[in-house]
Structure formats: C-alpha cells, structure tokens
C-alpha cells in the first residue's frame, strides 16, 4: 500500500509540472532619447521595486536603470579599475538597496547603494578569492544578504565552484568543492575538455547557477550539463540537457577542426548551429532552463524554455512568447518576490528597418 501511495503521488507531482504554462505580462520598449539611454550591448538585468530594472551595457561598461514605461532614470558608472568603475559586468543582484554586481575581469563585486531620491552612488568593493586553474567567475545571486558566487577560485588551496560571501565582514567561505566530474576541467588530458573550453570562447554560451532552499543548481556549457549539489548531504547529481526537436545539441567537430586557425574565422556558422544557454531558474518545483536557436528562414532567434524536475527529468519544452528577435544574447532574471521573470532581447522595429530593444515579462503559471 505504501508503494501504492508513493506513486500516485509521484503522479500527481508530475501531472501538476505537466500543467504548467507562461503567462506573457508585458512588453516595455526601452526608450534612447539621449545618448546617456542608448544601449549598445544589453548586459545583466535585475528588477528593483518601484516598478523599476537595472540594466547593464556591456559595451559601453556602464548600467542603466529604466522604469516600466521605458524611460531611462540614470546612468551610472564607466570601464576602469576605479571605484565604480567596470571591467566587465558579467551578473548582478539587488537586495533592499543595494546592487551587488559581478565584475568578473577585475575579480571582484561592486556595490552601489540607492539614495533616498532613488538614483544610486557607489558605495565599495569586495574581492574574490584567489583564482583557480581558469580564473573564471559565471554568476552571482543574493539569498537574502548573503552573495553567492559561481566560479573557480582557491581557499586554504581548495578549488571551490561555489563561495558564499557576507558583506558586512567580507568573509568568503567556499560551500561546493568544485569536482571534475561534475563539471570539466579545460587543463586536463582529454583534448575534447580544451575543445569545449574553445567554442565557449569563441561562440558564448555560459554557465549559470540558482538555488532554491538548500539545493545549488549549475549549468556548465560545452555540452551543457545541469548538476545539483544538496547542501545538507553534500551529494551531487548530474544530468546532460535532453535532446528535443528545438534543442540542437553541440556538433561534433573533429579535433583537426577545433584546433585549425581557420576555425575562428568559421565560429559565427557555428554559433548558428546549435543552441545556446543564457539562464537558469529554479523554483519550488522546476529547474527552468533559457535557451535560443538561430533561424535561417526568417533571420531571427528564437527563445525556449526547459523545464525538469529537481530529480533531471524533462517535464516540459516551452515556447518563449513574444522572445523571437534579432538577439543572440538573451538575458534573463527571475524575481522570486513576485514569481515572474524578466528577458532582455533585441526585437525588429515595426519599420522593418531599425530595432527596439525590450525586456519582456513573464510569469510562470500551474
């Protein structure tokens, strides 16, 4: 009878994901009346409260905030090694006004704070550890105050994936020792390790992490494969991206090819080829993977989302609404207060001629 139970209810769990569906919000055009609002290379993104989202200009090494409405409320910061200043914004959080954000080149975080008129200032810096073997830091989310780092970094000559860092005492603890087997490591033996290493060079892609409770989930690309760390058994599990009729998996590329000097000149065909991931979502129930595919026909993107349970099973492949664009970076942040998430993407004015740049609202719905 037990048995019995146990699986009508492994039924129903499943039914509900099952169900599950997008609810398309809203569509907020961003408006560059000024050169101060022009986005050149839409970043990060985050929501803040008022009605309000950051965005960060790649390019321009810089961010913006604008409101629901479009309207650019300020700019702030510029490329240096000063204070405020930016080498490259790979990620940000926002917590009850403040703006941690991961300055992955400089190997550090900046932090801005919000004024009581709503512009923000900066206000400091915290250092990462010491870098590993690849001196790669991915992503960065809040869990409260508490800042999560996804990277490769060294404490007490251990390699860690995932670091925990408070800010008022600027004290980092490693949580997940980093495994090889659990992800991959692009200095050791096997070419087709370095190989990976090299089209995520050459063609994007990315790693990514979210949490929900104490299980850590990661996306490492090249070929992606989603791994759970449970923080309270210290216990991982890894599972690859399931093959679907959307998703288009890595090529094999033989190792003359990944090694040719021709083949960078060749990487903008491939980039096409396959998918590329650029998010990770997990929730109470779901592990939501973002992901993008190149259209020959129409000249556009188009964006999917998959959704596995916690154990790795592929539930469910969704459309994105409204995400077909000229964008092959997507961006996207989940706002867990409100249970609805943001994409950032490039779409074709209606003119035929220009673009808007957007950032597009969903909810997901059971």
Known sequence: MRRIALFFILLNQ??????????????VILKETSKESIISFMGPICSLENNRFFIADIKEINFKIFDLNGNNLGTYGRGGQGPGEFRHLRAADYYQNFIYILDSNARRIVIYQQKEDQSFVFKSNLRLPLPGPTATWHDLKLKGKEILIFGEGMIDKQLYCLYSINPENEKVTGLVPYQIQYGYSPYDSDWQSKARRYAYMVTGGGHYFDYYNNLIFFIWARPYKITKYDLTTNNWKSFFMAETENFKPDKPISKAKYFSPSFRKQHDDFYRSVSHVFGLIATNK??????????????????????????????????????????????????K???????SQRLPAADGINEEKAILIYRIIE
């Open 337 to 343: 207060s409100t249970q609805s998430f943001y994409i």
């Open 286 to 335: 779901i592990v939501a993977i973002l992901f993008s595919n190149y259209y020959k026909k129409n000249e556009l993107w188009q964006s999917y989302m998959h959704i596995y349970s916690h154990e790795g099973k592929l539930i469910k492949e969704l459309i994105i609404p409204e995400a077909k664009g000229l964008s092959s970076h997507p961006r996207i942040y989940y706002d």
């Open 14 to 27: 499943i039914s509900s994901l099952l169900a599950i569906e997008l609810k398309f919000e809203k569509r």
